[in-house]
Each structure stands twice: as C-alpha cells, then as structure tokens.
Nanobody, 116 residues
Framework: QVQLVESGGGLVQPGGSLKLSCAAS????????LGWYRQVPGKQRELVARMTRASTYYAASVEGRFTISRDDARNTVDLQMNSLKPEDTALYLC???????????WGQGTQVTVSS
C-alpha cells in the first residue's frame, strides 16, 4: 500500500514559480509510472506530466515550463512549475502506478492558484 501526500501549492502571480512535492509512504522505486495531473471543477482531470523509467511526457500546454522528477532519497515525486499562467490554476494531484496496482495510487491534491 502506498499513501501519497502532495504539498507546495499556493497563490502565485503570473510568471512566478512553484515546486510541488508528492511524498510517498511506501517506497516508490518499484514504480512503473509517476504522474502529475490537474483538476478544474467542471472539467476532466488532465494529465500534466508523466515519467516512466524510459521516458518523460508533458502536456503541450506545460512543455518547456514544467519539469517532473523523482527524489529517491526523499521518496518524493516533484513538479517544478515555472512561468505560471492563470490557466494553470487547478488542484494538482500525483499518481504512482506499480506492477501490482497499474491504475495507481492517488493523493488528495494541492491547490495552485495563479492570479495577480
């Protein structure tokens, strides 16, 4: 069983930066896919960034601005977000998939609001 807790969200002005972290209670080095998603009320959950052991994927809307990474020492999955835009405002959630749970585990999310 893996439990995930996201942190690092908040209010930031357009053009600013935030770093989100997703802390896992269980070891994540046996993961298959690590992902960050975002959810806006009334809209479908959107994949923002995803990494496997072989590749990394970014949604076109965040390519070049966001970076997903993992820190095995801290047991976290991080999302560095630069040049933030108002349309990046959302609840950000992380997902960790393993061989025994391909659908992955979800955290509760952390709110990011980009506004002047």
């Amino acid at each position: 069983q893996v439990q995930l807790v996201e942190s690092g969200g908040g209010l930031v002005q357009p053009g600013g930066s935030l770093k989100l972290s997703c802390a896992a209670s269980g070891r994540i080095f046996s993961f298959t896919v690590l992902g960050w998603y975002r959810q806006v009320p009334g809209k479908q959950r959107e994949l923002v960034a995803r990494m496997t052991r072989a590749s990394t994927y970014y949604a076109a809307s965040v390519e070049g601005r966001f970076t997903i990474s993992r820190d095995d020492a801290r047991n976290t999955v991080d999302l560095q977000m630069n040049s933030l835009k108002p349309e990046d405002t959302a609840l950000y959630l992380c997902n960790v998939a393993t061989y025994t749970n391909p659908a992955g585990y979800w955290g509760q999310g952390t709110q990011v609001t980009v506004s002047s």
